[in-house]
């Protein structure tokens, strides 16, 4: 054997401490387990070992409960704060088994009772090495699925797609930044979540993150909410209020549908910006704020400044750093894995225990548009629980529009033509026939899905000629 060999094999041997105050006791072990492949380090008392373990990181400990001065329960509390990756089991003589019990309960893998055979030392050993593998090994899976959690989310959102993916890498980054982020989107695909997700993973996260919806709020108030107003200002103002700006500072205000804000408005916000101050409606005098601001918008603001909608040098002052959110039917790969985190988190308020979605069930939920993005499948995923009366969701706890949004997409490769009778046949055949699919021909429950009564049903079925 060369010494390269030599050495890689001592470094992976385990290493092992022997305390003992019984010389036999501590030869005896120390050939045998020398011979099955350990390092082994022997110890005649617990101040000696307690000495060897501040030097040394041991795998394993076979330590003794009876010895002078240091017991070894006491040994093994004084250095159990040390112990934290050592598999620690104790050696015990008839009478001490309470006591090794009660070391376990403290943290001891298992103790072996004197006198005892050489396998079983060995046996226990093994155990404790499989231990040991399967604890490293679950360590090195929940850290995998740790990372991959991290790839699938960013605050309170998840997704797989590559397109959500990048505008999570993005959000991190900015989120260590004070820089302005404009968030562009469509309705419900979930632009104040990623504003959070940016507030909360920043510096500014112990301050206050304050949510405005610059087109709920009339334009005749919109200026003394924003920026907050004196006494006396105008007829009821009975007192100096606060605006939402001074609300937020040291933090953040997310700017929602910032394209409805009044042209009046969008020359003082662009001051807030310029000069980081505000003046309250009634006041001679500015006011330092610090604020980071996010705003987030559905519309197409070049658009908007082009038809004099907008102001151009607001536009740009915003625009710093933009993130574009896609729609929900860009990135179907993103719906399984936001349905099944809808339905974790309805299980725990609906008190309900679904598992999952049926592959029926899927389908639709892939075929469909989306035009209200992933806020409407989160609203459709909690109807779907409500209705559910299995363990998983069905095609029929989920909207009737799903299903027929594909039907009528099948339906115009299929149907030429532009008689409304003629294409009505071809749908509510194919949707009776679905129906009736779905309930393995259970006319009553396929009634129910439909939405019709029984007796119509009866008399479609003859009308369409459908046989199952």
């Not at 939402?244 to 910006?273: C, H, N, S, W, Y």
């Not at 604020?291 to 070049?302: P, Q, S």
């Amino acid at each position: 054997m060369n010494k390269k060999t030599a050495a890689d094999n001592t470094l992976s041997q385990k290493r092992l401490l022997i305390i003992d105050d019984e010389e036999n006791m501590r030869h005896m072990l120390s050939s045998l387990l020398k011979k099955s492949g350990y390092r082994v380090d022997t110890a005649s008392n617990g101040k000696d070992a307690l000495d060897m373990v501040d030097q040394t990181l041991y795998d394993f400990i076979l330590c003794d409960l009876k010895m002078p001065d240091i017991s070894g329960m006491e040994f093994f509390e004084i250095a159990r704060d040390k112990l934290w990756a050592t598999t620690v089991i104790m050696m015990s003589a008839y009478g001490s088994i309470d006591i090794a019990v009660e070391a376990m309960k403290k943290g001891a893998y298992d103790f072996i009772s004197k006198p005892f055979k050489s396998d079983e030392v060995l046996l226990t050993l093994k155990k404790a090495e499989e231990r040991e593998s399967l604890k490293r090994e679950n360590l090195w899976l929940k850290e995998r699925i740790r990372k991959i959690q991290e790839n699938y989310h960013f605050g309170s959102m998840v997704a797989k797609s590559k397109a959500m993916n990048a505008v999570f890498k993005l959000a991190e980054k900015v989120a260590q930044y004070n820089t302005t982020v404009l968030i562009y989107g469509d309705s419900g695909t979930g632009k104040e979540l990623v504003a959070k997700g940016i507030h909360f993973a920043g510096d500014r996260a112990k301050k206050p993150l304050v949510p405005v919806n610059c087109g709920g709020i009339p334009e005749n108030l919109l200026e003394s909410e924003l920026f907050g107003y004196k006494k006396g200002a105008f007829t009821g103002a009975d007192r100096d209020r606060k605006g939402l700006f001074t609300e937020a500072d040291g933090g953040t205000i997310f700017l929602d549908e910032i394209g409805e804000l009044p042209l009046a408005l969008q020359v003082k916000l662009l001051r807030v910006l310029q000069e980081s101050e505000i003046r309250a409606v009634g006041d001679s005098k500015t006011k330092k704020i610090d604020v980071r601001i996010i705003a987030a918008t559905a519309k197409n603001l070049k658009n908007e400044v082009k038809k004099g909608a907008f102001r151009e040098d607001l536009f740009f002052r915003l625009n710093v750093l933009p993130i574009k959110l896609p729609p929900l039917r860009e990135r179907p790969e993103d719906i399984p894995l936001l349905s099944q985190h809808f339905i974790d988190r309805f299980n725990v308020s609906l008190d309900k225990e679904i598992n999952g979605i049926a592959p029926s069930a899927m389908a639709l939920l892939l075929k469909y548009s989306w035009p209200g993005n992933v806020r409407e499948l989160e609203n459709i995923i909690e109807r779907a629980l409500v209705l559910a009366e299995n363990t998983i969701l069905l095609p029929e706890n989920l909207p009737f529009e799903l299903g027929e949004e594909t039907q009528m997409g099948k339906m115009d490769h299929g149907f030429d033509g532009y008689s409304l009778k003629a294409a009505q046949k071809i749908l509510e055949k194919k949707l009776i026939t679905k129906a009736l699919k779905t309930t393995n021909g259970n006319r009553t429950q396929a009634a129910r899905i439909l939405e019709i009564s029984h007796p119509s049903l009866l008399s479609k079925i003859k009308a369409y000629d459908i046989k199952l």
